[in-house]
């Protein structure tokens, strides 16, 4: 004889079953909890202090001034860009030969992958503007976390800054933006870059460090941009093929390179990038290309050994970082791409 259910037994039954899923699941996570021990090393979270100090990105410079190695992240990618300021005439060689705040006239900076707030900072304390009504500064990333970061260390770094020579807050823009297709850029961003040409900027750079070989489709539009528009010289860390690499490594390189999201003929030899530079608006005769290899993928490559050895102590991993640390050690040994510092000058106007 077949039952019926009423309504309410039904609903009864829902009831019970959930509940029993709930003690169910529960004692699972107990048992769980009871098998592991709470007390291992992952309080490490619980012990940073933020802000962080700084939160750098690029390959580094891994020599002192004296040729002495470099033991810290944040002190090589401070480096780097000393070196390129450096190699463009900004900086002395020492801080006595340094141009600094009181020749210098005003100074405006298109910034490139400016990355989490360190760069922005030191290029404005590096270039020691006379003023800061005589400092204009623009900067551009793709990444929105990056953006939102620097922006907060900037903000931190002005309300902290309590005399004359303070930061300004007015002589900083950054944006969200595709700094290799300047056609898509908004009015906002079109309009900030382009006032970065007022004639008040007699001396006026593009910054690019550790960025464009990202550039796709290529490095031109916004070179062409720099020279033309806005008459800036340009200073850059960058890396290039070795025009004497084997066809087996150029085309390993050139898979890393498709991997790295790169385009696939982002690494141009010295002689092609030249060439780009001039086709863009800049003077061959002024163009600068250094390889500064030497001091730069060993030592990267090294720290990030390091580095995972005394993380792995606190049961950290760096993750993709070995990775990276591998193909650095490998542009090491075969040479098939170079680690450069490029500065080019504007035909019309040399500073
Ligand atoms: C290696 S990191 C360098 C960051 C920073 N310069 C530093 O030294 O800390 C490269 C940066 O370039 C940015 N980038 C790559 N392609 C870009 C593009 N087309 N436009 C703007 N930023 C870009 C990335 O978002 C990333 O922040």
Avoid at 164 to 190: C, G, M, V, Y
């Amino acid at each position: 004889m077949a039952g019926t259910v009423s309504g309410r037994d039904f609903a009864l039954g829902i009831v019970v079953g959930a509940v029993a899923a709930l003690v169910l699941g529960a004692a699972l996570f107990a048992a769980v909890l009871r098998t592991t021990d709470i007390y291992s090393l992952g309080h490490w979270k619980l012990n940073l202090r933020t802000p962080f100090n700084s939160m750098w990105m690029n390959l580094g410079y891994w020599k002192t001034s004296d040729g002495q190695p470099v033991q810290h992240f944040d002190e090589a990618c401070l480096g780097l860009l000393r070196e390129i300021l450096t190699t463009a005439g900004i900086l002395g060689r020492s801080s006595a030969d340094d141009c600094g705040a009181k020749s210098r006239g005003a100074v405006s900076v298109l910034d490139l992958g400016f990355g989490c707030g360190d760069q922005t900072l030191a290029l404005a304390r590096f270039i020691q503007p006379r003023s800061w009504q005589d400092f204009r500064y623009v900067g551009l990333t793709l990444n929105g976390s990056q953006l939102q970061t620097a922006s907060r260390t900037l903000y931190r770094e002005l309300a902290s800054a309590s005399d004359s020579q303070a930061l300004n807050q007015a002589s900083f823009k950054l944006f969200r933006a595709n700094a290799a297709k300047p056609t898509s850029w908004d009015a906002a961003i079109r309009d900030a870059v382009h006032a970065l040409a007022d004639e008040q900027f007699a001396e006026r750079w593009l910054v690019a460090l550790d960025c464009l070989y990202h550039f796709s489709p290529s490095r031109k539009p916004i070179f062409q941009l720099a020279a033309q528009k806005l008459d800036a010289n340009v200073m850059a860390f960058d890396l290039i093929l070795n025009e004497q690499a084997s066809w087996k490594d150029t085309l390993l390189v050139r898979i890393v390179g498709l991997m790295m999201s790169c385009p696939l003929h982002t690494f141009l030899t010295e002689d092609q990038y030249k060439d780009q530079l001039v086709e863009c608006g800049y003077d061959r005769d002024q163009i600068v290309i250094r390889d500064i290899s030497g001091s730069v993928f060993a030592g990267v490559a090294s720290y990030l050994q390091r580095q995972d050895e005394a993380l792995s102590q606190y049961g950290i991993s760096i993750g993709g970082f070995k990775l990276a640390g591998r193909l650095f050690d490998w542009f090491d040994r075969s040479k098939v791409v170079k680690a450069v510092i490029v500065v080019g000058r504007t035909k019309v106007k040399s500073l």
